[in-house]
């Protein structure tokens, strides 16, 4: 039964408030070993949440959410449960409150079962930590999911709990999402409260088998809250009854592909076309330096100034590829990081004028490889050419600068039948917009 279904049938009194959450412990218990994608996990804290929603349900109550399991990342506060951020001297953290996006998960009727594991402090693009070590692809362990969301991605994939609440800040839910086939959703910036990011690039997302769970938690998630000033509350455009579509593979940015990754981000566009969406090809004009090089001084800056004292007191308690990034961030100039906020605001501009200019959605790889072996930063070689170890997130991380809401959902294999995925991304606050051509688009693709 699809998690939607059982949800409802909860709702109806059909199925118990504790069954999916029974399920998920079981698939817990017997397939986390293999993949570590659940850290810290603890049982007894299942059943209290099943009584809660009981009495709720007793009261007459409907959540939306009622029984529905959900893993959150490692870094996202629970009240009284461990965030570590994989760094070992938080390992004793518990926050005393949660933070909103989970209050309103539990409001919304969600049981959470457990925590995910992430990158140390979510800045790399495997999942992998001094405190938890390594989480392996649900399909082959051997490999990556991604990062910094692989934990979630790794256990909806692996069918441990249907939705993961993470965050992206550059791509970290929506490419971990492609490599192990699933959906994953980064809302606009401001959509969902995050009061504790430090920049307006990181945003508060989901991950789920199907698009329409992800929209049904994103309703229960977004909404203006005083505590984080970016936050919104923001009505659906009225859209046209045709939408036009533009086909950017690459965005328009000159980074290398592997073949069969474009060829089924290009068999999923024909199908959309012969399906009745008009779509043109037609890439974004971004400004000069537009790509990750020009804008990573902000992330390395952002980890200088929150972990640079700590890095010199104790190297030993940081992953040394996280150690780097603070070095070149203590080693940033004020006038790097004012060329770096200029890019990324240029960047917005850029975008916006696109969508301004007869495009409604765009359709774009989420990434240009497969997933690689979980021991490796990224893939050798993508396209054929030998490549650095950011290539395999070249086309995710513009969004975030933009502000912009994209998801990302499965178009099919790929190399050795590893996924692949497109992602459809809309102009600022067009959430509603986005979502409901991800779902038509799913069933066109096969992928309901």
């Known amino acids: 039964m699809r998690a939607l279904d059982l949800v409802d049938a909860v709702l109806a009194g059909r199925a118990d408030a504790g069954e999916a959450a029974d399920h998920a412990d079981a698939a817990i218990r017997a397939g986390n070993p293999r993949l570590n994608a659940i850290v810290d996990y603890d049982p007894a804290v299942i059943p209290p949440q099943v009584a809660a929603l009981r009495a709720r349900l007793a ?7 009622a029984g529905l399991p959900v893993t959150v990342k490692d870094h996202i506060h629970v009240a009284g449960w461990p965030a570590t951020e994989g760094y070992a001297p938080f390992a004793g953290r518990r926050p005393a409150e949660d933070d909103v996006a989970v209050a309103r998960l539990r409001a919304a009727g969600a049981i959470i079962v457990g925590r995910s594991n992430m990158s140390q402090f979510g800045c790399k693009g495997v999942t992998t930590n001094p405190i938890y070590g390594v989480t392996g692809h649900p399909a082959d362990p051997s490999l990556t999911p991604g990062g910094s969301s692989g934990g979630g991605a790794a256990a909806v994939a692996a069918g441990f709990a249907p939705l993961a609440l993470a965050s992206d800040g550059g791509g970290s839910i929506r490419r971990p999402a492609a490599h192990t086939g699933i959906v994953g959703f980064k809302p606009s910036t401001g959509a969902v409260p995050n009061p504790r990011s430090v920049s307006h690039t990181n945003v508060l997302g989901l991950m789920a088998p199907d698009v329409g769970l992800v929209a049904r938690a994103f309703a229960a998630l977004r909404g203006a809250d005083r505590r ?22 690459t965005l328009g940015l000159a980074v290398p592909v592997d073949a069969m990754v474009r060829a089924a981000g ?11 969406l008009a ?5 974004p004009l971004w400004p000069e330096g537009a790509g990750e090089d020009g804008l990573m001084p902000l992330q390395h800056a952002a980890l200088a100034a929150a972990w640079g004292d700590a890095w010199r007191r104790d190297p030993a308690s940081f992953d040394p590829d996280i150690g780097a990034q ?36 765009v359709v774009a790889l989420t990434t240009p490889c497969v997933a690689w072996p979980r021991d ?33 959902i499965p178009c099919g294999p790929a190399e050795g039948g590893l996924p692949c995925a ?18 038509l688009v799913s069933a066109m693709l096969g992928h309901p």
């Open 376 to 408: 490796r930063l990224g893939p050798e070689t993508i396209g054929g050419r030998p490549v650095g170890p950011r290539a395999h997130a070249a086309l995710t991380p513009l969004v975030n600068h933009a502000f912009l809401p994209a998801i990302s």
């Open 326 to 361: 603070i070095e070149n961030g203590l080693g940033l100039d004020a006038a790097t990081l004012a060329r770096a906020e200029g890019l990324s605001r240029r960047i917005a501009a850029a975008a916006a004028a696109f969508f301004a200019d007869g495009v409604d959605l």
């Open 422 to 439: 497109i992602q459809i991304i809309g102009p600022r606050f067009a959430d509603d917009r986005v979502l409901g051509a991800a779902r």
């Open 266 to 276: 290009e068999k999923a566009v024909h199908a959309m076309s012969a399906a009745g």
């Open 279 to 283: 779509i043109e090809a037609r890439d």
């Open 59 to 65: 009261r007459g109550e409907r959540p939306a959410l």
């Open 228 to 249: 984080d000033p970016v936050s919104v509350d923001f009505a659906a455009p009225s859209d046209a009854p045709t939408l036009r579509w533009a086909w950017a593979p």
